[in-house]
Every structure is written in structure tokens, then in C-alpha cells.
């Protein structure tokens, strides 16, 4: 018996396929990281980091030091800071779902940071 029929090949439109979108979320996301590393490259942005993670709501314990609900946390696609020294918050956008804009939301509140959507 052939152990390889139980594997399924990768189909072509999935969207974390390597060789289309470079491992990113979407082929969106990966054509603004390459705008972004040319950028960085001519000097007109610095310390770019991608997939940065910021903490929105800590995890809840209980008395006994269990966790009873897990931290939110919203992850950033790029983080850089631009020309004029101003740390950029930026996320590559394809559809604004619900929980988004409440993480978005909750950015501005607890770290006061204004998420820039492309």
C-alpha cells in the first residue's frame, strides 16, 4: 500500500502557499513587505519588524493561579519607524472583520496607538 494517496496535495489557490505569497497571509501582504524592505533599503523608513504582537487584554487567573480566560493580542502585520522618527502601526487589510475593528479599537485605547490600514 502506497502511504503517499493519503497525503493531498496542496491546492494552487491556497493562500498560504509559499511560492505565490512568500509564506504571508495574503499576496497583499507580501507585495507591501517588499515595498516596505525596498524602503528600508533607500532609507526612508528604519527598524522594520513584522508580525509584532501587542497585548490588549492580560490573561485572567483565578484565585488558585489558573487561567481562567487567555490574553487577546493583536498582532501587527509591519511596525517601522518613518523619517520623522514616528513609530508606524500597520496592517494589510483585505476585508475589516468584526474582531478587527475591535482590536483596532482597543489599540487606540490601551496603548494609544492608531492602527495605519492598507
Known sequence: MDVTQYFRKS???NKYHAQKSGGYASRKEHRRANELRL???AGLITNLREQVSY???PA???ADGKVLERACNYIADFVYTDKDGKTVVEDTKG???NVYR???K???HVHGISITER
Open 95 to 97: 476585508m475589516r472583520t
Open 60 to 62: 485572567q487567573r483565578g
Open 106 to 108: 482597543l489599540m487606540l
Open 102 to 104: 475591535i482590536k483596532r
Open 55 to 57: 497585548e490588549l487584554i
Open 11 to 13: 491546492k494552487g489557490s
Open 39 to 41: 524602503m528600508q533599503r
